[in-house]
């Protein structure tokens, strides 16, 4: 069983910085991060493919934040910058063969303050 574990998260001020971190149980071939706020569907933050490196953002994750991976460890880690209210959600990191939509961390709560 494909186990996902978080670190990270909590609250910070607008403007401010957090680090998500996420450590996998097993070597995937794309983790990622979303988010979620209540009422709304879950949405991809960012997403990176542990063979190439590459990675997606959203729109709103641009120029802010940043999901960098270690192969040997399979862990993935999002940095977030310049946070803004908006960002307040829970932050789920995933994983999966060729799309991180299969397997599911516990989901960690960002809350930024104005």
């Known amino acids: 069983q494909v186990q996902l574990v978080e670190s990270g998260g909590g609250l910070v001020q607008a403007g401010g910085s957090l680090r998500l971190s996420c450590a996998a149980s097993v070597s995937l071939g794309a983790m990622g991060w979303y988010r979620q706020t209540p009422g709304k569907e879950r949405e991809l933050v960012a997403a990176?493919?542990?063979?190439?490196?590459?990675?997606k953002y959203s729109d709103s994750a641009k120029g802010r934040f940043t999901i960098s991976g270690d192969n040997a460890k399979n862990t993935v880690t999002l940095q977030m910058n310049s946070l803004k209210p908006e960002d307040t959600a829970v932050y789920y990191c995933?994983?999966?063969?060729?799309?991180?939509?299969?397997?599911w961390g516990q989901g960690t709560q960002v809350t930024v303050s104005s």
């Open positions: 995933s994983a999966g063969v060729l799309i991180p939509n299969e397997f």
């Open positions: 990176i493919i542990s063979s190439s490196g590459r990675t």
